[in-house]
């Protein structure tokens, strides 16, 4: 059977226009489709926008902390509808820029809504398209629940608050995953009440919880208030918002973010068609669907275990490979280091965070790092895990010196 084009994939967030970038650099000819902007959520709606964001705040809390450093700006303050302006020219700047490198890779995109046929053929805007293999990135849709009806204008999703105009005074954050995390880092730095709410027993779950404890501390420094360990059963939105707790406490905040992870609305799969990135229920991060992407692509396979997580802010928190609370114990070594033993750290007046590494038979199985650089020093350890690289050999690299880097050295010291 002859077929139009070589790939057809819907979707064009990380997953989706890295396969067809890929795909074109492999000499396919590929047609990418996308009901709405390219560039998916991690483009528009995910990591660029609320990590430009972020880092509005960062220079804020630096130049308001700049005093101890000789730095005096005592009317330092944010205009929010500016920060939030420059986050949309960020995104639509870098949207145009990846349309452009998807034209001149010679992809051809279809703007519209597609749906798979069988595993060769796909419909969209009336017209039918045949193609040798189909991949579909579609992502995944903020979660909510019953109880928590988001209408994006008292009760927000991560699409919601990335629309605000003005500040609200107060916020309650329900969940501390990523989102929450970063979200409560943002608003914490423009002066709002917040009080995050998690279910679990500790704060940012996913994490080694060494880690969850630093957060808790920071939090606490930043006066973001804590509630664990605690279940949302409805928010009331009114003039204010009444948020009702499993524990019969009610809290009031003037908005809510609903941050309690994502899911995937259509599960129904078609055989011999490739599904890839958040559309697959696993790990939802944007690195990883441009690696699945790249994996499909070359038919070579990745260490799904070794897919490192940051979350940004002041000090960054990245992780990979195996946490202590999944260990046996005794059956691992463990080495940590205080960031403030660093000179580094010093000079940056950056002194919050640590680095541990977890170690088996002279191998790296786990790394957790609290620290400015955070997700730059991940990749490094993340290097010598993906390649078998043993602490001893990792011990032989020259580290610079003054790096964060140089704890990574002195960590394997420890082990
Ligand atoms: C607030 C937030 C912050 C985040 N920060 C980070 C971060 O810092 N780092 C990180 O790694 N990850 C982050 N993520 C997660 C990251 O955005 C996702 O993992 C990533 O976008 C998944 O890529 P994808 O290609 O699978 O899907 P998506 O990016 O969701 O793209 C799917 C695309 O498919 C399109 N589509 C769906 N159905 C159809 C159809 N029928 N026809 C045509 N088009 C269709 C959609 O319109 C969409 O554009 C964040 C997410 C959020 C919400």
Redesign the pocket.
């Known amino acids: 059977m002859n077929f139009k084009y070589d790939l057809g994939i819907?979707?064009?967030?990380?997953?989706?226009y890295t396969a067809a970038l890929h795909g074109r650099r492999k000499g396919l000819s590929v047609v990418l489709?996308?009901?709405?902007?390219?560039?998916?959520?991690?483009?528009?709606?995910?990591?660029i926008?609320?990590?430009t964001v972020l880092h509005s705040v960062e220079l804020l809390e630096e130049v308001k902390s700049g005093e101890e450093l000789g730095i005096y700006a005592p009317d330092v303050k944010a205009d929010f509808s500016k920060i939030i302006e420059r986050k949309n020219q960020v995104v639509a700047k870098l949207r145009k820029g990846l349309e452009l490198s998807l034209k001149n890779s010679g992809t051809v995109i279809i703007n519209?809504?597609?749906?798979l046929k069988d595993k060769n053929t796909i419909e969209?805007g009336g017209e039918v398209y045949s193609c040798g293999k189909i991949i579909v990135?579609?992502?995944?849709e903020?979660r909510t629940f019953s109880g928590m009806e988001i209408d994006n204008i008292n009760v927000l999703n991560?699409d919601g608050v990335l629309n605000l105009t003005e500040l609200p005074k107060s916020i309650a954050i329900i969940g501390s995953g990523?989102?929450g995390i970063?979200w409560a880092r943002i608003f914490a730095g423009l002066g709002v009440d917040v009080t995050v709410i998690e279910l679990a027993e500790n704060l940012l779950p996913i994490a080694d919880t060494e880690v969850s404890k630093r957060i808790e501390r920071i939090f606490k420094a930043k006066k973001i208030k804590v509630c664990k360990s605690v279940k949302v059963d409805r928010i009331d939105s009114e003039d204010v918002c009444r948020i009702l707790l499993n524990n019969g406490k009610t809290l009031e905040a003037e908005k809510v973010l609903v941050a309690v992870g994502?899911t995937v609305p259509d599960k129904t799969k078609i055989d011999g068609v490739d599904y890839?990135?958040?559309?697959c229920g696993e790990i939802?991060?944007?690195?990883?669907?441009s690696k699945q992407a790249i994996e499909l692509i070359d038919g070579i396979k990745f260490d799904k275990t070794l897919v490192p997580s940051?979350i940004?802010g002041n000090p960054e928190i990245a992780w990979a490979g195996k946490r202590e609370q999944d260990l046996d114990e005794g059956s691992y070594q463990k080495s940590t280091m205080l960031i403030s033993a660093l000179g580094k750290s010093h000079c940056d007046n950056s002194t919050d965070g640590f680095i541990k590494i977890l170690s088996k038979d002279g191998k790296i199985i786990g790394v957790h790092i609290v620290s400015k650089e955070a997700s730059a020093l991940i990749q490094e350890v993340l290097i010598a895990m993906q390649n078998n690289i043993s602490v001893d050999k990792l011990k032989e690299v020259c580290f610079a010196h003054p790096t964060y880097s140089e704890g990574i050295f002195e960590t394997l010291f420890g082990l």
Request: with cysteine.
């Open positions: 819907v979707g064009s967030g990380p997953a989706g489709f996308e009901k709405a902007e390219v560039g998916g959520v991690c483009l528009n709606r995910g990591c926008p609320t990590k519209s809504e597609a749906a969209a990135a579609t992502g995944s903020p991560s990523a989102i970063e994502r890839i990135g958040d559309v939802q991060l944007a690195h990883y669907a940051v940004y």
